[in-house]
């Protein structure tokens, strides 16, 4: 069953704090997204991994960073979080190659940062 | 942007009509996707139309590319309550590795 699972799926912190949001696929995808969604500016690409210890920077990745250590798993960190990282959050992941380019979403988290 | 310069639009009607979205892109593209994010999930892919296709059909929805005008649109036919959701458009990057959204159209059917 292709599949990707986020959590949490709700999380509330306080400005400072550390957040981590964690991904999983299991479709063995060598990519792997983390995209931010804040109302009328569609999707934002925060970072893509290409595969295990191979990330890169998307459109807008201050703030965050990113960890993937098995292929199966992304995880999105945020050091000292501050309000205006309040979003919803998507991971999503995608087969190398593959002539559609479908890229597979979570279903998201909401994180609100106080 | 690799997309034109439409805003969020939003679009209510009733169940049963049919309706048309339309996004226009500025860079050449081999595939143009559709993708529709209902509330609280994430998107899913819905239809893609590549370069050498002019209109894909599935069920009710019917995608067609301009490549002359550099455009796409997706059309849903007698919709459902249940086609309420936004759309977005997506092309890859040249390298493929990225995609390139568009701003989104939300679709409200009522009954």
């Known amino acids: 069953d292709m599949k990707v699972t986020q959590m949490p799926r709700y999380l509330i912190k306080r400005m400072g704090e550390n957040v981590l949001l964690e991904c999983g696929q299991d479709m063995s995808h060598e990519t792997m997204y983390w995209y931010r969604q804040d109302p009328g500016l569609g999707l934002q690409l925060i970072y893509i991994s290409y595969d295990v210890d191979s990330n890169s920077e998307g459109d807008i990745p201050k703030g965050y960073r990113v960890s993937r250590k098995k292929r199966e798993h992304f995880s999105l960190i945020l050091d000292s979080a501050k309000t205006n990282q309040t979003s919803v959050y998507f991971c999503?992941?995608?087969?190398?190659?593959?002539?559609?380019?479908?890229?597979?979403f979570g279903p998201g988290t909401r994180l609100t940062v106080l | 942007s690799q997309w034109g310069e439409e805003n969020l639009q939003a679009l209510s009607i009733q169940e049963g009509e049919d309706v048309t979205m339309n996004c226009s892109y500025k860079t050449y593209t081999t595939v143009v996707q559709w993708y529709r994010q209902k509330s609280g999930k994430g998107p899913a892919l819905i239809i893609l139309i590549r370069s050498n296709e002019r209109e894909k059909r599935s069920g009710r929805l019917r995608a067609t590319l301009d490549t002359s005008s550099q455009s796409s649109s997706l059309s849903i036919t007698g919709t459902l309550a249940t086609d309420t959701a936004v759309y977005f458009c997506?092309?890859?990057?040249?390298?493929?590795?990225?995609?390139?959204f568009g701003q989104g159209t939300i679709l409200k059917v009522y009954l």
């Open positions: 997506a092309t890859p990057t040249s390298s493929g590795q990225k995609l390139v």
């Open positions: 999503a992941s995608s087969l190398t190659g593959g002539s559609s380019y479908e890229q597979y």
